[in-house]
């Protein structure tokens, strides 16, 4: 076991694996990284390029290419594509549209999976996407796997766009969850799945902090740590 623990958060789109994993992070004193934002950085590049998500080999020279960083702020988390701050850009509409087929590239995953194991290999990390338990980390100390109904996870990402400023029908938000949820788990390479050693938590109807303080006490069973609290 590393000397601090590595907490792997996976779950489809909308349920609540950001804010829940940036408020765990802050929370436990440990670092955050949201991989699904390296994911769409390339989805952002590629839409700016006037690359088509679906063209696999020009996807995959322009993630080569690319310079993807990834860091904890003062906010949570912010990411840079090619020395720009994408971290408001990679959440538009047009994005999250294509994200799916943009992760499903192996070229892709190749390189950003290799770039996210070397952030995580100390421990003392909270990282969340699809394939962290599975994939990326999968010897992490706990993983999650969060759930919601499609339902409130559309809603969720609704509510982000709206937000946001783009206002989008509840509707074509709701296929967009779906499609994606439909990608992300039939793709040849790194699928969205569970493990038998992932606990479920189903966030539908909870709040992140409720969510949090069950996350908490996951993990301090799994440390074999007292009920007086977490020692990290």
């Not at 929370?27 to 769409?40: E, I, K, N, Q, S």
Request: include cysteine; charged fraction near 30%.
């Amino acid at each position: 076991m590393r000397e601090r623990p590595v907490i792997a958060i996976d779950g489809p789109m909308g349920a609540g694996k950001g804010t829940v994993a940036r408020l765990l992070a802050r929370r436990l004193g440990l670092r955050y990284l949201d991989t699904g934002a390296m994911y769409r950085a390339v989805a952002w590049a590629a839409l700016r390029a006037g690359i088509p998500a679906e063209d696999a080999d020009q996807v995959a020279a322009l993630v080569r290419r690319l310079r993807i960083r990834a860091e904890p702020s003062s906010e949570g988390f912010r990411i840079w594509c090619d020395g720009e701050d994408v971290t408001e850009a990679i959440r538009s509409v047009e994005v999250n549209a294509v994200v799916a087929s943009i992760a499903a590239n192996p070229a892709v995953r190749a390189a950003l999976t290799a770039q996210q194991r070397a952030l995580a290999r100390a421990g003392g990390i909270v990282v969340e996407g699809r394939d962290i338990g599975t994939v990326v980390v999968p010897d992490a100390e706990l993983k999650i796997y969060l759930d919601a109904s499609l339902d409130e996870r559309a809603r969720r990402r609704w509510e982000e766009f709206r937000a946001a400023g783009s206002e989008v029908p509840l509707e074509t938000v709701r296929e967009i969850v779906r499609r994606d949820d439909e990608l992300a788990q039939s793709r040849g390479i790194a699928p969205l799945q569970r493990t038998p050693d992932h606990i479920v938590v189903d966030t539908t109807g909870k709040g992140p902090e409720e969510v949090v303080e069950e996350i908490t006490e996951l993990l301090r069973l799994r440390l074999g740590q007292p009920a007086s609290g977490l020692n990290l």
